[in-house]
């Protein structure tokens, strides 16, 4: 999805990309549902966890360790990957490299049999999976910048995000229909030694590939916006101190945006860890076969698309703020029953409030910065947005995973989710959504 980075106030915008090329761009955004909608949360996951680990429980926690470790991994090198990117123009090339390294650690899950020995290899090629796939988003919304205009960046941007969850919808009923739901699927996959699911992960990989190539014959290329800065280590060393002095110079002068800034990274990085894990409570604890947990992802995504265009008439009237803490505090309240109730229906309403509410969220969330952003830093702090959301990526899987461990019973991880939304709604609760803007205009008139 796309996130504004300082590129877009340092360089003159270029000339808008036609209509084929902004397609291309977004048929991009449709094929990688098939690792977000399909490997990480709705099938191949919940087959880790529910199939191959020893245990269930055993299998979630490995689950949220490896995640959290693909986070941090995330955080560290993820702004630098997209600061290098700027500076020698090779989005493009870049995005073909990372892209294709997802797609074989794709492919690689074919080789995962459901027996525990091969629970590692499952969790290490999702992990790396997890990991590229965040530096292909990078030289992705990157391109971004090069096929849009500023009074087409949002509609192209939405169009973005619909693809991607349309991509996922379409793929997933795909796979319920010819792999998943038959007694045979296709390619003769059935349940001896995890064929189904090892198919799964293959389609997924060829679905990929196909609809990353049509950005990647057709974006343009871009100058490098700097020379080269000598060793790469000391580069890499040098965006970060230049990221440090960002936030010294925020705390100083924009002090509520930054406190925005750390409550919605952890708040964002609770909603995300709803989703990464939703597929595999759904296994576990409630028993749900693969085709399932197909629909209920079907179901989840239509809710999280209508909860977000609902709540953009509250956020308009209202302003993002209130659409933020109640969708924060419905969350919190439908996400309890999960922890006490083993029953299915139970887990059905709750998991479509959950996503209903999650999607106002999100949307509200980038409201809400763009509200309280002065113009002339717009692209900045776009920019820290997404830096300060990676740097927190780590939290929500490892509290599930710690709450797994402390209390022995998989349900158990969603209080660990439930602590991170709930420590993002008491920071955000007392920012000022006013404040940055009065404070930069104090500073024009003194």
């Known amino acids: ?39 990480i949360t709705f099938v ?14 055993a299998g979630s926690s490995a689950l949220g360790w490896s995640t959290a470790a693909a986070g941090l991994i995330i955080a560290l090198v993820a702004p630098a990957v997209g600061t290098r990117a700027d500076a020698g123009g090779r989005h ?37 999976g997890s990991v590229f796939f965040e530096f292909a988003e990078v030289s992705y919304n990157g391109i971004m910048v090069r096929i849009t205009q500023p009074d087409n960046v949002g509609k192209v941007s939405g169009f973005g995000w619909g693809m991607g969850y349309a991509g996922g919808l379409v793929l997933l009923v795909i796979l319920l229909v010819l792999v998943i739901q038959p007694e045979v699927g296709l390619f ?17 990989a060829v679905w990929f590939a196909i609809f990353a190539l049509p950005v990647l014959l057709t974006a343009p290329s871009a100058k490098a916006s700097s020379p080269a800065q000598g060793h790469p280590v000391k580069a890499f060393i040098a965006d970060y101190a230049a ?23 952890v708040f964002r990085d609770g909603l995300a860890a709803i989703f990464a894990f939703a597929g595999v409570l759904a296994a576990g604890s409630y028993g749900f076969s693969a085709s399932e947990i197909i629909i209920l992802g079907v179901a989840a995504n239509v809710a999280a698309g209508a909860g977000a265009m609902i709540a953009g008439v509250f956020d308009d009237k209202l302003g993002p ?10 969350i919190l309240i439908g996400g309890l029953p999960i922890l006490f109730s083993d029953t299915a229906a139970v887990f059905w309403v709750c998991a479509l409030v959950l996503s209903f509410c999650v999607g106002p969220v999100q ?31 780590f939290l929500g899987p490892a509290m599930f995973a ?24 008491l920071l955000i609760i007392p920012v000022r959504p006013d404040a940055p803007r009065k404070a930069m205009q104090a500073q024009a008139e003194s």
């Open 44 to 57: 191949f996951a919940p087959y880790l966890t529910k199939s191959v680990a020893a245990t269930e429980e």
């Open 1 to 39: 999805m796309f996130q504004y980075s300082g590129a877009m106030e340092t360089n003159p915008r270029p000339a808008a990309g036609s209509r084929s090329k902004i397609l291309s761009w977004a048929l991009w955004d449709w094929g990688s549902a098939s690792f977000n909608a399909v490997i």
């Open 402 to 425: 710690v709450s797994i461990s402390i209390f022995g019973f998989q349900r158990a991880g969603t209080l660990g989710i439930l602590i991170v939304l709930f420590i993002g709604l």
């Open 321 to 330: 703020k209130p659409v933020i803490i109640a969708g924060l505090i419905i």
């Open 243 to 265: 990221l440090v002095r960002r936030l010294v110079r925020m705390w100083k002068e924009e002090h509520q945006t930054l406190r925005f800034f750390i409550a919605s990274a």
């Open 188 to 204: 003769d996959a059935g349940d001896e030694g995890g064929m189904r699911f090892r198919v799964v992960a293959a389609l997924s």
């Open 92 to 128: 493009k090339l870049w995005l073909g490299v990372h892209t294709g390294i997802v797609i074989l650690t794709m492919f690689g899950l074919f080789f995962v049999r459901d027996s525990p020995e091969y629970l590692w290899l499952g969790l290490l090629l999702i992990a790396m």
């Open 363 to 393: 949307a509200s969330s980038r409201s809400f910065l763009a509200r309280i952003t002065p113009p002339e830093r717009a692209g900045e702090n776009f920019g820290l947005y997404a830096t300060t959301g990676r740097a927190v990526s």
